[in-house]
């Protein structure tokens, strides 16, 4: 089965610092695109990266920042100097493209501390 | 592990119809939601439900569309007058808590809708 896992429920940090969010998932495709989503209160989904399968260089988006390891099917994300702001539930997402699927994890709710 | 299911997993439809897009919701769970995912990126909220009625929408969620909770499993989202521009992936998702940035919410597989 496919699947989509966000090993961490919650996590706090203090502003400024570095944080990593963990995703791994599951597939045998080998055309697929992963995102992680943002999703403030307000329950509108900010794509804050995405990252294509064949693509072996790490996307970048600001202070947001992937590791994406293929072989390992990891694909966590790096927020630097983190702020206030950032402070939300971080979804990850597999959609293959063969069976035109999307997957999310169950999401990890980060915490910005002041 | 508990999931939730959506039916049909692809529709295609002509531009003006009317379509209804199915979701059964984990049993237990009370609070419900619909989004969707235009041009493969952007992801929308549309709508929540609890308790029989809408406890929060978008403004992309119009007249157009309602939601309904027929039989007490499913979860169903109407596009009365299918535009070109509704061409998305739908996805339902159910959490048992319903405050923002407190709940667990378990997305489906999403249903991929073509208005032609």
């Known amino acids: 089965a496919q699947t989509v896992t966000q090993s961490q429920p919650e996590m706090s940090v203090q502003e400024a610092e570095t944080v990593t969010l963990s995703c791994t998932y599951d597939t045998s495709e080998n055309n697929y695109y992963l995102f992680w989503y943002k999703q403030p209160p307000s329950r509108q989904m900010i794509l804050v990266i995405r990252?294509?399968?064949?693509?072996?260089q790490n996307a970048t988006e600001n202070r947001f920042s992937v590791n994406f390891q293929k072989a390992a099917k990891s694909f966590s994300l790096k927020i630097s100097d983190s702020q206030l702001g950032d402070t939300a539930m971080y979804f990850c997402a597999v959609y293959m493209n063969r069976d035109d699927k999307i997957i999310f994890g169950k999401g990890t709710r980060l915490h910005i501390l002041p | 592990e508990p999931e939730v299911t959506q039916t049909p997993s692809h529709q295609v439809t002509q531009m003006g119809q009317e379509v209804i897009l199915r979701c059964v919701p984990i049993s237990n769970h009370l609070y419900f939601y619909w989004y969707r995912q235009i041009l493969g990126q952007k992801v929308e909220f549309l709508v929540s439900?609890?308790?029989?009625?809408?406890?929060?929408k978008s403004e992309i969620f119009d007249d157009q569309f309602s939601v309904e909770r027929p039989d007490g499993s499913n979860f169903t989202l109407k596009i009365r007058s299918t535009k070109l521009e509704d061409s998305a992936m739908y996805f339902c998702?159910?959490?048992?808590?319903?405050?923002?940035?407190?709940?667990?919410?378990?997305f489906g597989p999403g249903t991929r809708l073509l208005v032609l």
């Open positions: 998702a159910s959490s048992d808590s319903g405050r923002p940035g407190q709940e667990t919410q378990y």
């Open positions: 439900f609890y308790n029989n009625e809408i406890s929060e």
């Open positions: 990252q294509e399968a064949y693509k072996q």
